[in-house]
């Protein structure tokens, strides 16, 4: 019989909705349960193609928006590789934002379709589970101003907010929401029960393609 194998877990939602937080906690708890588990996150600004989307992020570097959506998509691509050999070595595999950030930010932008900005990540390790951390708009503003990154602003991130709505129309992917205005440790319980009921259900299961 084939090894078991680990899931992919995606954090998705709002800026301040508390993904980075969770995504930690996750990893940590289920580390300390005995699980293997790595927390990867999008964009991964340590590779060179990370490196421009920082800088573009950052204001310090303009991009054409079809050139910045696909500098995205291809920061997740170069990690694919490794994500396959760790899953299907046993170990859960945490990510803090995937392609449906990129859809969503991109579509936000008005001049792109959802499929267009879909096709890049087209054939992406699918993942098991997707975590949307719900919060609205009033409750994300008193965890703090914005920061001065590009789209953080509070009309961009509305447009975000519906571009996710669009994705989770999606039945053959399992979006899962979450109430983010929870306490950190409240919603980390219910995030980890989630995270361990398909960890099991999965471990037998061949890794899927996103959106094939
Ligand atoms: P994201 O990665 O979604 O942008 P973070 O995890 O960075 O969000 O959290 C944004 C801010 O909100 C941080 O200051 C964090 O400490 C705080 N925060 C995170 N989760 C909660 C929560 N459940 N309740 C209150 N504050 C939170
Ligand atoms: P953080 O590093 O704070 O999460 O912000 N983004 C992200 C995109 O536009 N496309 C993508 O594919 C991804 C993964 C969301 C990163 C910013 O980059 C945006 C916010
Ligand atoms: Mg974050």
């Known amino acids: 019989m084939a090894a078991r194998r680990g899931a992919l877990i995606a954090l998705e939602g709002v800026d301040r909705a508390g993904k980075s937080t969770q995504c930690r906690r996750l990893v940590d708890a289920l580390r300390e349960d005995g699980h293997r588990a790595e927390l990867l996150r999008f964009p991964d600004r340590t590779t060179e193609i990370g ?92 965890r703090g101003n914005f920061g001065n990154e ?24 399992n979006w899962k929401t979450v109430n983010a205005s929870k306490s950190i440790e409240d919603l980390h319980r219910e995030i980890k029960s989630i995270a361990e009921k398909t960890m099991q259900e999965v471990q037998n299961k061949p890794l899927g393609g996103l959106w094939t």
């Open 150 to 173: 590009r789209y953080e602003t509070s009309s961009f991130q509305e447009k975000v907010l519906q571009s996710f709505y669009c994705l989770m129309e999606d039945k053959t992917l």
């Open 51 to 142: 490196q421009l989307i920082s800088s573009y992020l950052g204001r310090e570097k303009n991009l054409e928006d079809h050139t910045i959506h696909l500098l995205f998509s291809a920061n997740r691509w170069e990690h694919v590789p490794m994500m396959k050999e760790k899953l299907h070595q046993g170990v859960t595999v945490v990510v803090d934002r995937y392609a449906f950030s990129g859809v969503a930010f991109t579509s936000a932008k008005g001049n792109f379709c959802l499929d267009w900005c879909k096709q890049p990540d087209v054939g992406l390790p699918k993942p098991d589970l997707i975590l949307f951390l719900e919060l609205s708009p009033e409750e994300a503003a008193e």
